[in-house]
Nanobody, 127 residues
Framework: VQLQASGGGSVQAGGSLKLSCVAS????????MGWFRQAPGKAREFVGS????????DYADSVKGRFTISRDNAKNTTYLQMNSLKPEDTAVYYC?????????????????????WGQGTQVTVSS
C-alpha cells in the first residue's frame, strides 16, 4: 500500500489547515491510521490515531481539543483537521497505516506498530 499525504502549507498562528492522506493498493479500512510529526532537530512524535471504522480516536495532549482526525473509507482517505495552530505545531506531518490488530489503543501511540508511511507534508505556523 502507498500513502500520499497532502494539504500542508504556511499559516499564521490561530489559523487552520486540513491534511489528507490517501491510501492506495488496499482497502483503507484494513488499516489503523495514525498521524505523526517531526519538528527540526526533534524526534518524530505521535499526534493522533483513528480506528479502522473511525469510531475511536486518540490524541497527544499537545493537540487535544485543537486537532481532529477523521476518515472516509469509501474514499480511502484519512484527515487531520488542525485548528488554533501554534508556532510549536511547525513540523513535517506524516500519516501512517498499521496492520496490527491490537486491543489496546495505546499500542498505536508508537511508531513501531505502523507498517506504511506517507512521504510527509510540511506545516509552518508563524507567530
Amino acid at each position: 500500500v502507498q500513502l500520499q499525504a497532502s494539504g500542508g502549507g504556511s499559516v499564521q498562528a490561530g489559523g487552520s489547515l486540513k491534511l489528507s492522506c490517501v491510501a492506495s493498493g488496499r482497502t483503507a479500512s484494513s488499516y489503523y491510521m495514525g498521524w505523526f510529526r517531526q519538528a527540526p532537530g526533534k524526534a518524530r512524535e505521535f499526534v493522533g490515531s483513528i480506528s479502522w471504522g473511525g469510531r475511536s480516536t486518540d490524541y497527544a495532549d499537545s493537540v487535544k481539543g485543537r486537532f481532529t482526525i477523521s476518515r472516509d473509507n469509501a474514499k480511502n482517505t484519512t484527515y487531520l483537521q488542525m485548528n488554533s495552530l501554534k508556532p510549536e505545531d511547525t513540523a513535517v506531518y506524516y500519516c501512517a497505516g498499521s496492520n496490527f490488530q491490537g486491543l489496546d489503543r495505546n499500542y498505536y501511540y508508537t511508531e513501531d506498530v505502523y507498517d506504511y508511511w506517507g512521504q510527509g507534508t510540511q506545516v509552518t505556523v508563524s507567530s
